[in-house]
């Protein structure tokens, strides 16, 4: 079993205080590295859940200034920092991401928390220069009430920084429900939250446990009015009727399948390490992870060779273990995904390029893929592997490639390379994604908005726009 300084106890967090389940049930968090159990943490559900939300109301009460709300979003980006190598190592091991990988995503959560301190003040009310009516017009960002904040398991700190950031700055008060396959990582951050930022009673509070119980538990609060969850697009829409009878605002950044289109100008090293860093962070379980590579049907042979050395050096194992940069999967159906996806591809006429070899491994493993000439009926071609596969598709032309790349209900990310910048700006504005990175595999950045277009979701994170999310504009004339 696990042992942490941050880890005090396995329970939840409800208005200032730890808790176990009220049933006493336990839900175990294993290693997906080898399956060996790391804690038993406390199994919530609706009772606990109407607590917090109480709590959360009361906080609500107690309004913060932007001062005050720009103090504590800078003691938890200090927090983390200070904490980044034992957090990382909780990540790591409930995750499996390598241990620099997970350290990373550590500062990349930190970053939120600065940028939220740093622009706090376009929250503060704003007056307008004419004045109509003859009256003063005043505009103020109100809280909109207690946000509900739902997070996945591949991003575990990350993720939850991306809301609990914006949720702080816009003074609302949050009730907190994370995977239960990475809860470890987010008892950490509560943790500090008590420990070195005092955040008030209620201000933020964490309940574990099925999500069944719990969103529904959210969803019949009148007193939530946001509720943020990022995972698949199944959920979301179910998450979008239950909505509805509340009429209560959802920012929802679900599934992808992002194309990554290589022009035969393209600089293909460039593309190929770019592609690297892209497709196998998190072992591939990323949602802004190109999921198609279209490639120059003049290039393709030789892209998929320059890839194939690339992904050959990878070193596949326990992310505690130096020098590894590829971890297993999180769980076994994610294995047997990608797998299908694989032989679903070669029975339709992919070429095998290079599979790595993980048959030692004792975990959730699958080894990395390079596939050629995927044809467009493969199942990896319309589904969201989640896994170290790359499905290399060849294309003729611009408007071909276009075409291919919008064929999808989603629409979160997408990458463009080419040495024609008119061309690949002309491209990005026809594709119908809300990240749209040129020449570059990078995904998002706490400075910039993030979100997807289509059934990828609504709402964004980050940048001014994120920190707007979880307000409500009100507009008070003064005669």
Known sequence: MIDSALLPTLGGYINGEWVMADSGKTLTVTNPVDHSELADVAAMGQPETERAIAAAEQALERPASLEQRRDWLNAIADALTQNREEIGRLLCLEHGKPLAEAQGEVDYAAGFFRYAANHIDVLAPRTLDEQPRDCRWTIHHRPAGVVGLITPWNFPIGMIAKKLSSAIAADCSSVIKPSSKTPLTMIALFTLLEREVKLPAGKANLVMGSAGPITEALFAAPSVRVISFTGSTEVGRELIRQAAPGVKRLTLELGGNAPYIIFADADLDRAADQLMANKFRGGG???????????????????????????????????????????????????????????????????????????????????????????????????????????????????????????????????????????????????????????????????????????????????????????????????
């Open 285 to 479: 379980q990323t949602c802004v992870c190109a999921n198609r590579i279209f490639v120059h049907a003049d290039v393709a042979p030789v892209f998929a060779e320059k890839l194939a050395q690339r992904v050959e050096a990878l070193q596949i194992g326990d992310g505690m273990q130096p020098g590894t940069t590829l971890g297993p999967l999180i769980d076994e159906n994610a294995v047997k995904k990608v797998a299908r996806h694989v032989d679903d591809a070669i029975n339709k006429g992919a070429k095998l390029i290079y599979q790595g070899d993980a048959s030692g491994l004792a975990g959730t493993f699958h080894p990395p893929t390079v596939l050629l000439d995927v044809p467009a009926n493969a199942a990896c071609y319309r589904e969201e592997t989640f896994g170290p596969l790359v499905p290399i598709i060849t294309f003729a032309d611009e408007p071909e490639v276009v075409r291919m790349a919008n064929d999808t209900d989603f629409g979160l990310a997408c990458y463009v390379f080419t040495a024609d910048e008119a061309r690949g700006q002309k491209v990005i504005e026809r594709l119908r994604f809300g990240h749209a990175a040129l020449n570059t595999g990078s995904g998002p950045t706490p400075e910039a908005p993030f979100g997807g277009m289509k059934q990828s979701g609504y709402g964004r994170e980050g940048g001014l726009e994120g920190l707007l999310e979880f307000t409500e504009a009100q507009t008070v004339p003064v005669g």
